[in-house]
């Protein structure tokens, strides 16, 4: 019979805190500028018919990063990012910017994702709702900023927030970029404790209760909206 050994977990909690803290920065930087940048995309896809140029760039744009893997963008910006700010602000090679390209390569990543979910929220706001706006005088972008989004995001808010713990989740990619985050910081107590089978299992029970409570709280967005 498997006979599981706990006793690790309480002695490494500041080190698997760490690597929470970690995931968690990641997490919430992706979300915050995954969904600006997102937001921006799908007004850019509505362009009207002389800024076509426009809708297509940024189609272009969510349709290459929907189709590419994300561990595969993870490492273009392991590999681009550190040169690029290395020329613009002369940083040392040594210097360690693994963060800054991981959260750089998941807020585009997921911007992509965000601006369909966004772009979806948008058009289904009643026509209407502009026209009366700029019957009221309002310019286009005021219409979209104090009329439009407003109503998107109160209908978007529980795909929002699906999508958020999606990201969660695929933020234990950033191994391959030797990141310490939650996972990676609790399989490597793990190997050094031979306790691997334990820590694997209770990564995962905190991940299962990390997204199963932001699960309850989209259901909970749901009803609100639905009322």
């Known amino acids: ?9 309480i002695p490494n909690m500041p080190y698997l805190f760490q690597g929470m ?13 995954g969904i600006a940048w997102g937001t921006a995309l799908a007004i850019f896809r509505l362009a009207p018919r002389h800024l076509r140029w426009i809708s ?11 189709s590419v893997p994300l561990v595969m963008v993870l490492m273009w910006f392991y590999l681009i990012v550190p040169q690029l700010l290395q020329k613009v602000f002369g940083l040392s090679p040594q210097t360690d910017i693994r963060l800054i390209s991981a959260v750089t390569a998941f807020s585009l990543f997921e911007a992509a994702y965000y601006s369909e979910i966004i772009r979806a929220g948008l058009q289904s706001v009643a026509k209407g709702q ?5 019957a009221l005088g ?11 989004l407003p109503q998107a995001f109160k209908a978007m808010t529980p795909l929002l927030l699906t999508q958020g713990i999606i990201l969660f989740q695929d933020t234990s990619l950033v191994y391959v970029l030797g990141l310490a985050d939650f996972f990676c910081s609790a399989t490597n107590v793990g190997k050094t404790s031979g306790t691997e089978i334990e820590m694997v299992l209770f990564t995962g029970f905190v991940y299962f209760i990390i997204c199963l409570s932001t699960s309850l709280l989209v259901a909970y967005s749901k009803k609100r909206t639905t009322v």
């Open 1 to 9: 019979m498997l006979e599981l050994d706990w006793s690790t977990i």
């Open 56 to 66: 297509w760039l940024a189609a272009g744009y969510v349709n290459t990063f929907r």
């Open 138 to 148: 309002m310019t286009p972008w005021q219409s979209m900023r104090l009329v439009i």
């Open 130 to 134: 502009n026209s009366a706006a700029l």
């Open 21 to 33: 803290l970690v995931t968690l920065k990641i997490a919430l930087s992706a979300i915050v500028f």
